[in-house]
């Protein structure tokens, strides 16, 4: 019996180190049976440290025990999995993981789930004496698939739960009638928006937006549940959506009566399935919004220049590149200290400065300022405000580490925003580096636009940092296909290593663009 219970407790260490991994992986995954199916499917290897090796390791020590009747073969078993649970357990504590677990309540009511159904299943195990090379097999997957089960177990408490607080997040908000509420969604461009428009608001309102990137319905509960408070007079509200059906469900709850539209583009396609899902479902913002209500637009977007608004709110339009735009950005130039810009509507010409880079900040920033000219905020505070926006952090962020000069622009990646990061990197002076481990989430297109990421990198950067060898094949193509140096081009396994290289290799002088910053399971 003292035996079986060690050996309980030796396949229990195994199990909970990959319990801890599939759970954190089903976090960074969205908590989406589809999303982590579909990362099992692709990384499957991931996280199966040296289970061939163990798996291999318990059944030659078995087999030497039991040829030579030195001991029981189990007893070799439940020494390998010791050994292997141990090794699993320093391996973890030595990892620095760039997104890691976050013990919410959610993932506390997991990992109870988790345990009793292991203690079930690894117990009647032992105790049917099943082989233990079996049980060695088995232990380590077992983990990945009963996340399957967890969740089949919990969800029906997670939404009543979920359900329960937003109930109470929408008789808060629907008790505030003078409250301006202000939707923004968008493939790209929401959090930097939002933070610009929060920032110009509270020039002349007490202003309230969803925090980072609160932008799902329980982000959004919590935001309001926790921080929304009487004396607010602008709620600014970050809708996202991976899926169709999820803008009109934020509508439906917040209920703007002011909507922005940021931009339109192949961002979660692995879920959306089709650009014209995407388009309809982004366009949501615009045509729920109330008949009195008013609908921000980037007509620069061709999806959202094409598309017919089916809502006879008022339509405001911006742009950079299309003259027909009611506001437009012009005279853009840019250099290590900031932008400077001028915005015509109608007859008004305005001159603006700011900290921010790259064009699609102008752009966020030119969204801001007519939301801010349609609520009768004055030029004067308007101009002020957008002098003093703050860089949003991780996103075309110029920041200084250790004396050496960042373009942080880790949370922002996306087909388009790539490119205009990398025309900013081009801009800085001395030697360009760009370290990035690619674009993700993008379906059956992803080959294709890492590959175009990678082809426009000719020009823009002299140095490439590229992290994970198997996620940046597809960079690797697109800069073989410009004639790209390839002697500048480096793989690395993590984000540190690429960057503790760029310490002791390049200078102070040099500009390095960090180029998306992927979740852990995703960097392979």
Known sequence: ??????????????????????LH???QNRYSFERYTKWLLRFRNYRLNGYFVYVAGAYILSFIFDKFDIFNDEIAIVIVTLFYGIKLF?????????????????VKRQIFTMGVLETIILGAMIISDVDYLIIAIITPILAWLLVYVMNLINLPFENMIKKSYEDEAKAIINGYDELIKVGITGSFGKTSTKNIVENILSASYYTLMTPKSYNTPMGITRTIREYLKPIHEVFIC????????????????VKPKYGIVTSIGPQHLNTFHSMDNIIKEKMQMIELLPEDGTGIINIDNEYIRNYQIKNTCQIITIGIHNEKADYL?????????????????????????????????????LTAIALAKTLGMDDKVINRAVNKIKMVEHRLELKKINGFTFIDNAFNSNPVGCKMSLDVLSKMPNRHIIITPGLIDLGKEEYRYNKEFGAYMKGKADYVFLVGKNQTKAIVDGLKSTDFDMANVIVFDTVKEAID????????????????????????
């Open 90 to 106: 320093l391996d973890e504590e030595k990892k620095e993981y760039i997104k890691p677990l976050v013990y919410t309540a959610r």
């Open 329 to 365: 950005a012009y005279d853009i130039d840019y250099d290590i200290d900031g932008s400077s810009f001028k915005v015509r509507h109608g007859d008004e010409v305005w001159s603006f400065k700011t900290k921010l880079l790259g064009e699609h900040n102008i752009m966020n920033t």
């Open 501 to 524: 290289h760029l310490y002791r290799n390049f200078t102070k002088d040099d500009t390095t663009l960090l180029e998306n910053d992927l979740p852990d399971v995703f960097s392979n």
């Open 25 to 27: 992986t089903f976090q």
């Open 238 to 253: 970050e809708m996202g959506a991976s899926k169709v059906g999820e803008i009109s469900e934020l509508m439906r709850f």
């Open 1 to 22: 019996m003292i035996f079986k219970i060690i050996a309980f407790i030796a396949f229990v260490t195994v199990f909970v180190m990959m319990a801890k991994h599939a």
